[in-house]
């Protein structure tokens, strides 16, 4: 059942690419919540996906930026606004980016140019969005900005490298920022740790198959699913959350708060 509890909100969407992205799944749920929106990626991003058929099914347009880049930022900002017709209730940061991971450099030898642009790409332009958003005063009061994370922010997964400290400078952001929008702007800003999803960026990390399968061991109510995640967004972009800001929330089924499962334990010490 759909609840219309964004009726009326408007917003951007960065980071849809195909039908396995969240933010794919995000701008769907947030159509069936009432919301409207424009829908935005990098111009590389736009020719290797589909965002147009998506953006056909929605009624939404495509505005392309690159999140790295504050002019292209504020274009976007400016352009929204005069499409949408007001200022934004909402906006989700899903982006993301290792050129170590895609490359297959290990972490105890990275490329540290590489490095510098996959923080740029996944961490810092949360940042520059956020301050681009700040200065124009784009948000309305009780907006929420939400970014993507991942539980490798606080606990070691050998194999995403240097996207855990990526995601840790994220979230990082999203506090000492958050802290600015909210006192200023009644703005909230929040970021969702997600179950490990098998999304087109997220098939570049070693051993994902692996992490799936650990994770649903792990966890009580198994992986969320990439639509799970769009819904649990809606319910951060409406009304009902508006004093939830500064937080990194855990949307992964319990993994988080589980030290070992029975499962994982049998695993190790199969019964005769």
Not at 111 to 117: L, S
Not at 168 to 192: C, P, Q
Not at 203 to 215: E, M, N, P, T
Request: aromatic letters at 10%.
């Amino acid at each position: 059942m759909s609840y219309k509890i964004l009726e009326g909100k408007k917003g951007i969407i960065f980071g849809a690419l195909d039908e396995n992205s969240i933010a794919w799944k995000t701008a769907e749920s947030v159509t069936e919540a009432g919301g409207s929106y424009v829908l935005t990626n990098a111009p590389v991003a736009l020719r290797m996906g589909n965002i147009n058929i998506l953006a056909e099914n929605t009624g939404s347009q495509v505005i392309a930026a690159d999140a790295t880049n504050t002019e292209d930022l504020e274009k976007l900002i400016v352009k929204s606004q005069e499409i949408l017709g007001s200022k934004l209730d909402f906006v989700l940061h899903s982006i993301g980016m290792s050129l170590n991971v895609r490359k297959g450099r290990h972490y105890t030898d990275l490329d540290y140019g590489w490095t510098t642009k996959g923080w740029d790409i996944s961490a810092l332009s949360f940042h520059k969005l956020m301050q681009c958003l700040y200065q124009k005063d784009a948000m309305n009061k009780w907006g929420s900005i939400v970014a993507l994370t991942y539980v490798a922010a606080q606990r070691t997964f050998p194999n995403y490298n240097d996207m855990a400290d990526n995601k840790a400078y994220l979230e990082s952001i999203a506090r000492s920022f958050g802290y600015f929008f909210g006192k200023d702007k009644k703005v909230r800003v929040n970021t969702i740790s997600q179950s490990p999803t098998l999304t087109t960026a997220g098939k570049g990390v070693a051993g994902l198959d692996g992490f799936l399968k650990y994770a649903e061991k792990m966890s009580p109510l198994g992986n969320a699913t990439a639509k799970e995640c769009a819904d649990y967004t809606v319910s951060l972009f409406s009304d009902l959350t508006r004093k939830v800001t500064l937080q990194n929330l855990f949307h992964d089924g319990g993994f988080s708060g589980v030290g070992v499962s029975q499962e994982i334990i049998d695993s190790i010490n199969p019964s005769d």
